[in-house]
């Protein structure tokens, strides 16, 4: 379970990461997502030990970080080269990658359901594989 955590808090981190170029836009911007979505505390601290609330402003703020990420467009479409280009900067194998986006790289009925459910299935059900 604490990997489980530490993949969770690392993987938010990196998504938000990948879109600066340097640490104090990073705090910036998450700080802005967390200012527009007006998520709680109690559903940030849920998700980063690995429970996603089935929350509209939790799905708001990781819409916010998605987007500024460059995962999804402001349309809320995923933007899937782009996952695939931050995702093998990062730690990840193509085949990781290409699971992900296979498993998990569908649109929803709404931006923010699509960047909720893409982040959630990442995390339960490809990413963490590498961690095992």
């Known amino acids: 379970m604490r990997a489980s955590a530490v ?3 690392s993987f938010i981190i990196s998504i938000q990461a990948a879109a600066f170029n340097n640490p104090e836009d990073e705090l910036r911007r998450s700080a802005a997502c ?38 999804q467009d402001p349309a809320g479409h995923l933007q899937h080269e782009m996952i695939r280009l931050r995702f093998k900067g990062g730690r990840y194998s193509d085949d990781t990658i290409n699971e ?9 009925d709404t931006p923010q359901e699509t960047a909720f459910q893409f982040m959630k299935c ?9 961690y095992k």
């Open 7 to 9: 993949f969770l808090s």
């Open 34 to 71: 967390l200012e527009q979505s007006k998520v709680s505390s109690e559903s940030i601290k849920n998700l980063q030990i690995g429970n996603f609330d089935d929350d509209e402003r939790l799905k708001e703020y990781l819409f916010c970080v998605s987007k500024n990420a460059g995962y």
């Open 100 to 108: 992900v986006l296979q498993q998990c790289g569908h649109q929803k």
């Open 122 to 130: 990442a995390y339960q059900n490809a990413f963490p594989r590498n």
